[in-house]
């Protein structure tokens, strides 16, 4: 899936817009649009989308995405969003089975959600933006913290999974409302087998820190390092958190 991402820079309003062109070299199959508020889209002018609400904290925007109607030709259109705050967060994604060109994007902020119309001119303080590419990690902490918790994995496996799950650093390509405050924000190419950190501090502390009790001895220098980021992601100083990223348990 060829999903890109949009984002505000901060996590206020009631509204935002997004503008970009698009060029799809094989019109194959239409666009599709997730996101976890309410949204209205609208190609060259012509509504082709009005949701009511998208993804919710047990469903992810990114399994509830809308097709959207597209025109079946390879030609240069103009794509107008306007996405709802959320509590989620204010991410939205787009996506294509087929590839797409985009444009740079202009974004800004509207006063009020459902109010806009798709030709309004941008405002003097939109800004200039890209549509960034969303990799899917190859590994999520709170998966492998579940499943070693619950004794889904044999004692060395979960060794091997949770050891795993502890990278140096975990890059992001972009910083959502909760990205974890030890990422790092890195907007170069995906990063092979990307770990995806608990986002949640009471994740960590029930399903990874806890394992530090099951499989670790906690006189281990690699418990004692488990222990530092189980506390750090669970809400200490940012200087201290972002200072124990580079501890390895290898």
Known sequence: MDSVVGRTGRWTGKSFRLRVSFRRPEPLHPLRLAIHGGGRAWIDGVPVA????????????????????????????????????????????????GAVIWSSAQLWEEEAYGVCVPAAK?????????????????MTQITAGYAAFHGLLEDEEAKVILKACLPDAYPFPFAKRMTPIFAVID?????????????????WILH????????????????????????SCAGLPSRFSRSVKGISVF
């Open 122 to 138: 941008p405002p003097a303080a939109a800004f200039i933006s890209r549509l960034r590419r969303h990799e899917w990690p190859w």
């Open 50 to 97: 009005d949701i009511k609400e998208g993804g919710s904290w047990i469903r992810s925007a990114v399994y509830t995405a809308t097709e959207l109607v597209t025109p079946a030709d390879d030609h240069w259109h103009q794509l107008d969003l306007e996405v709802e705050w959320s509590g989620i967060d204010w991410e939205c994604y787009l996506a294509s089975k």
């Open 208 to 231: 990874i820190g806890r394992c530090v009790s099951v499989y670790f001895d906690k006189s281990q220098p690699e418990a004692t390092c488990l222990i530092i980021l189980n506390f």
């Open 187 to 203: 907007d170069a190419p995906a990063t092979p087998k990307r770990i995806l950190p608990c986002n949640v501090p009471y994740r």
